[in-house]
């Protein structure tokens, strides 16, 4: 139980940390590609990267915390 506690609340704060940062920087919108404009893909495989790295970062710290708030409520509330 406090093993499932725990991967529950990282996977969720993982989630809520990520998609709340993609979503205060904007980059939660879909476009549609444009022509196939080499330069233009270049831009795209860099922004591409960087929100990967982004998301990846705000993603181990929102599944750490989370893992600690689903151990703290797991020991508090059960």
């Known amino acids: 139980m406090v093993l499932s506690a725990i991967v529950i609340g990282g996977i969720i704060g993982g989630a809520l940390v990520v998609f709340g940062t993609l979503l205060v920087r904007g980059d939660l919108g879909i476009r ?45 509330f059960l």
């Open 32 to 76: 549609t590609p444009r022509a196939l404009d080499p330069e233009y893909r270049h831009r795209e495989v860099i922004s591409c990267g960087e929100i990967m790295a982004i998301g990846m970062k705000a993603g181990s710290i929102g599944a750490g915390a989370g893992a600690v708030v689903g151990l703290l409520v797991y020991e508090l």
